[in-house]
């Protein structure tokens, strides 16, 4: 037996825990496979913990998920919960308090998965963006004055520090220099109207960039970056951007790339602990029903193997995904998968002990 990986895993809200058991599922297919272990300790942080105690993310719990090597994530967001409580108080918390400074979020479409682009294929969608994940406009900074009064003013400043734009920037130059690909690093701004978030980053960015001469470097704003990502995806090997941009960029990107049920992403501290989730959100209105699409989660474990450096057990996962996707999966839609959840996840489990 080789390594034993001890992963926190927070199943969280609505569908969170479905694809986490399939996720769960092929991990440790993987594992028996390829002579690892896994060790999970399950956190029953979420919606309903909070209409219980009223607690989000504890800090006694922040000090256990820092023993562990990864955490694995379902999703969060419940129903009955006012919007931003669970998003600050479970996600945004973990993301700060761990300083997973990088959203890593892949965009690619499989063989065999519908883009809504005409004429746009796998060769053309196939991109990395590197999301600052601990600044700007999340950081929370802000405030309000004369609240509920006719001048009422409301303030929500964007936090850049050189720190933050650095150690993101450098990250991104790695990927691409790792990625091999395209070797080339677009950073994503607005340096026409963000004249002082913006100047700092593009400054930095092409500071930076003199330690890589192998990477080219381009520049665009976030609102043609839109619009190149639909008209000519092909031209993006790895964007960088910061944090409400990446935020936004990326759901466009995975409806490119096929939609919420393949996408995932990695809160990555390369430092520290990292946390693995589907992107897409907790979809209650498909609680319970065994149709949710548990690819995005699966890919998310793939992903956190690789980091944890399995790099032979991610790509297994991968080709077993691409398996089931270009064999079985009619579409990836919610419903539309002709299987359910779980026969899912027991088909890419085993095409992983297949492969
Ligand atoms: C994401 C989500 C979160 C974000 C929300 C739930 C706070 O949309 O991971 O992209 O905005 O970062
Ligand atoms: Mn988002």
Redesign the pocket.
């Known amino acids: 037996m080789g390594t034993e990986y001890h992963v926190g895993v927070i199943p969280g809200d609505g569908t969170g825990p479905e694809v986490v058991a399939e996720g769960i599922k092929v991990l440790n297919a993987a594992a028996d496979r390829f002579g690892f272990g896994l060790k999970y300790t399950t956190y029953d942080l979420g919606g309903e913990r909070y209409k219980r105690t009223g607690e989000t993310l504890p800090d006694s719990v922040i000090r256990e998920l820092k023993q562990h090597r990864a955490i694995f994530l379902g999703a969060?967001?419940h129903p009955e919960v006012a919007p931003g409580i669970l998003?600050?108080g479970i996600?945004?918390k973990a993301r700060f308090e761990l300083d997973q400074y990088i959203?890593l979020r892949p965009v690619k479409l499989y063989e065999g998965v519908d883009t809504p682009l005409k004429n746009k294929g796998p060769a053309e969608i196939d991109f990395v963006v590197v999301r600052e994940n601990t600044e700007g406009l999340?950081a929370g900074a802000g405030g309000f004055l004369k609240k509920g009064t006719a001048d009422e003013i409301a303030i929500q400043e964007s936090i850049n520090t050189r720190k933050g734009a650095e150690r993101c920037i450098r990250y991104a130059f790695d990927v691409t220099r790792k990625r091999n690909k395209g070797k080339k690093l677009t950073l994503c701004g607005k340096t026409n109207v963000l004249t002082f978030a913006f100047d700092l980053w593009e400054r930095t960015f092409y500071e930076v960039a003199k330690e890589y001469p192998d990477i080219a470097t381009d520049y665009a704003h976030v609102d043609a970056t839109c619009m190149w990502m639909i008209k000519n995806p092909e031209w993006f090997d790895v964007i960088v951007t910061d944090n409400l941009f990446g935020?936004i960029i990326?759901?466009l990107g995975a409806m490119i790339q096929g939609g919420m049920g393949i996408a995932s992403?990695g809160n990555i501290n390369p430092e520290g602990v990292s946390m693995f989730?589907p992107?897409g959100?907790s979809a209650p209105k498909y609680t319970g029903q065994n149709v949710i699409n548990p690819l995005a989660a699966i890919m998310a474990g793939a992903m956190m193997l690789d980091f944890l450096g399995e790099a032979q057990a991610a790509a297994c996962i991968e080709a077993a995904a691409q398996k089931a996707i270009t064999k079985d999966l009619p579409s990836l839609d919610a419903g539309k998968m002709g299987r359910g959840t779980r026969e899912v996840g027991d088909l890419v489990c085993r095409y992983v002990l297949e492969q």
């Open positions: 969060i967001g998003e600050k996600l945004l959203n999340y935020d990326t759901d992403g989730e992107i959100g």
